[in-house]
């Protein structure tokens, strides 16, 4: 079976079934038929309250259903090039199944955690 590299999505250390130990970057062993599957269940969910962090996202898409990736990035100080223990107000999350996303973007849009209201809608690359 084929799994899709996450390589040039989003950091993948929270994410299961890739190819990621077995494909050089650059190169993966994917269908276009698949990639455009996977890109059509990728969310992101933008106004997080600050010191949410990844386990806090995996809690709060993970009773809509199986999750293949997720992730709040960290803010990089170009100043210095470093990346810092601080998060951005965003994050990503991919489903297993686009139905599972469906439910999570419809109920979860206008969510109220840590004083915000969350927005959760579909990230539509310009390769799609």
Do not use: Q
Request: glycine share 8%.
């Amino acid at each position: 079976m084929e799994h899709f590299c996450p390589y040039n999505y989003i950091f993948g250390r929270y994410f299961t079934d890739t190819c990621r130990g077995e494909c050089p970057l650059g190169e993966h062993r994917i269908t276009s038929r698949d990639h455009h599957k996977f890109l059509r269940c990728f969310i992101r969910v933008s106004n997080l309250p600050p010191g949410f962090r990844l386990w806090d996202l995996e809690d709060l898409f993970s009773p809509f259903g199986p999750l293949l990736m997720w992730d709040v990035p960290r803010f990089n100080n170009d100043m210095c090039g470093c990346t810092t223990e601080i998060r951005m107000s965003f994050g990503f999350a991919v489903f297993k199944r686009r139905e599972d996303g469906e439910r999570a973007v419809h109920e979860l849009n206008g969510y109220e955690a840590g004083g915000r209201m969350l927005r959760v809608d579909w990230v539509y690359p310009s390769c799609v």
